[in-house]
């Protein structure tokens, strides 16, 4: 394959036995005929509804005839954010006892996002001419469109995760639902505020459409706030690293010019870090609810700054994919929807939720994720 300088690599099973949290949850998979799941023990984080939902799927499949299936799964790269992701999906491959691996580049320079998508496509037609069963993939754009619809047409299943194609040929999509996440972040910091509402709130967030997930969370959060009597001001976050303190002088300049003053901010991506350091920047000292387990909003939530963040499940995300895949090979995309009903909207996407995290929860969710193999 050509990588025109990008490395890619297959996060593999051996990876995932290793990485497992505690005990031997990473050596339980198929027994003769029959799916296992690692065990996960209680605790406030679990997903109930969530787990109930892939027990009742792996349930069904027991009573098939199990045979081994051919798939792929593909990230946008393996590290950071994707790492969860990756460890769920190869835990799954491995129950499962299915042919395949999780895959994407090892590197996440922005500088040729183009080249990205490309190799992307790649994966996928390189899956297609293996005749992969089943692909999942974390899609860049619509650059990746005409490949995943190339898939479909040739009778392999996609599943998008992340972010999804939703006019595609996909058969579902997993992940965090955008609206869903902006709305209850939202609703979160609304409940630290005064009762009578009086200022504004600065939210960090995107009106342009192009990116579907992050303009569904910024408009809900205005929603939530514009129906609670607030004002609301939204200032675009800007991702590039070296652009930070751009970030940074956009919401101090929209700090000093409210009126309202800003009375709290929410941020609704992974830099959602940054609204304490505006807020720092103008002197103010007001509630910050963040979304995403970034380290550094993890530093802020331990020293009081920020007081709550939302995560969007990475380890669920990238789990539930190859089982859904087998699944839809298995009894058919029409059962295993079924089985999903309570989780999947008119979109066929599969709301696998979030965690509220409080800023005095941090290590009890640590722990939660160190139980299943997936500390961040």
């Known amino acids: 394959m050509k990588t025109m300088g990008r490395c890619w690599a297959a996060f593999g099973l051996m990876l995932a036995a290793a990485a497992c949290g505690s005990g031997d949850a990473g050596d339980q998979g198929a027994e003769g005929d029959t799916i296992t799941r690692a065990e996960i023990p209680d605790n406030e ?3 109930m509804e969530l ?18 299936m051919q798939m792929v799964v593909l990230t946008k790269n393996l590290s950071d954010f994707f790492e969860p992701i990756a460890v769920g999906a190869n835990r799954a491959i491995g129950e499962l006892e299915a042919i395949g691996n999780v895959l994407g580049p090892t590197d996440q320079s922005p ?3 183009t080249t990205t998508q490309d190799l992307q496509n790649q994966q996928i037609d390189q899956a297609v001419a293996d005749e992969a069963k089943g692909i999942g993939v974390s899609p860049f754009g619509e650059e990746n469109r005409a490949s995943i619809d190339k898939a479909a047409d040739a009778g392999i299943h996609v599943v998008t995760f992340d972010s999804d194609l939703v006019d ?5 999509y997993v992940g965090s639902l955008g609206y869903s996440v902006g709305e209850t972040a939202a609703n979160t910091l609304l409940d630290m505020l005064p009762k009578e509402p009086s200022g504004t709130v600065l939210i960090l967030g ?5 990116w579907r997930d992050g303009f569904d969370r910024t408009h809900a959060a205005q929603n939530v706030f514009g129906k609670a009597g607030y004002t609301f001001t939204v200032v ?3 991702f590039v690293d070296d652009n930070e303190a751009t970030d940074i002088d956009q919401m101090k300049s929209a700090i000093q010019t409210a009126n309202p003053p800003v009375v709290g901010m929410l941020g609704l991506f992974n830099i959602s870090y940054r609204c304490v350091m505006a807020a720092d920047a103008a002197g103010i000292d007001v509630p910050i609810v963040a979304v995403d387990f970034d380290p550094k909003t993890v530093e802020y939530m331990r020293e009081g700054r920020i007081q709550a963040t939302h995560t969007q499940r990475q380890y669920y995300e990238g789990y539930l994919v190859p089982y859904i895949l087998y699944g839809i090979n298995t009894i058919g995309l029409d059962a295993t929807k079924q089985i999903l009903a309570p989780l999947v909207d008119d979109k066929g996407r599969v709301n696998i939720g979030i965690d ?3 800023s005095d929860k941090i290590d009890d969710y ?9 500390i961040q």
């Open 45 to 47: 984080f679990f997903p």
């Open 51 to 68: 787990e109930a939902r892939i027990d009742s799927l792996v349930a069904e499949l027991n009573k098939t005839s199990l045979e081994p």
């Open 111 to 113: 500088d040729d996002p």
């Open 168 to 172: 595609s040929k996909r058969s579902l």
């Open 206 to 210: 995107t009106t342009g459409k192009q």
């Open 236 to 238: 675009q976050a800007v």
């Open 356 to 358: 509220v995290v409080r």
């Open 366 to 374: 640590n722990d939660f994720l160190n139980t299943i193999g997936a």
